[in-house]
């Protein structure tokens, strides 16, 4: 079983639509949990990133966590074509390195 | 724009051969991380230095080296180039031997 799944997608949406990404990992320890933009042959960007379990909102994005299911999500509402990108979720232990999902594309249907 | 830059941005080459990347981490990060992106296989972690010293390896091969400088910046050197190796290669620094990391633009390595 791989540390960290991620379904790759592409997701296609139309805009305006919430949009719910997924992980799952295996690896209890982990417990620093990021998620990352990466636009097309761009270096992938800092979208969020929490602490343990619970939700942390920041404009139109939610970052969930739920460790006893040992799965996160990554909520954005009111959808915009500018969203269309890759989003990969991170995580990591204490004192350890970050493992990365492979990525979900997403499109914003206009 | 995270602040981490890296040199060249493109980079197209022949099998054999050996190329430097180079990363300039963000001011006052003390910690660089290279990473390996293809289509099939995600962003793969290679090395990472903190200070100076190395401080964790990932799925680096042997052909592949990389250094940290007094100044903090790196080069990830790549030798015996195969076709396989053609990729885009992050760089990302954060400010402590763990934590956030923030990207830099990548190097596209093409390898003919």
Redesign the interface.
Known sequence: QKEVEQDPGPLSVPEGAIVSLNCTYSNSAFQ?F?W?RQYS??????LM?TYSSGNKEDGRFTAQVDKSSKYISLFIRDSQPSDSATY?CAM?A??????????TRLHILP | DSGVTQTPKHLITATGQRVTLRCSPRSGDLSVYWYQQSLDQGLQFLIQYYNGEERAKGNILERFSAQQFPDLHSELNLSSLELGDSALYFCASSPRQEGTQYFGPGTRLTVL
Do not use: V
């Not at chain 1, 042959?41 to 800092?46: A, F, N, Y």
């Not at chain 1, 204490?94 to 990525?103: A, L, Q, S, T």
């Open positions: 620093y990021m990352y042959r761009k270096g992938p960007e800092l990133y990969l990591s204490r004192d350890d390195k970050i493992i990365f999902g492979k990525g």
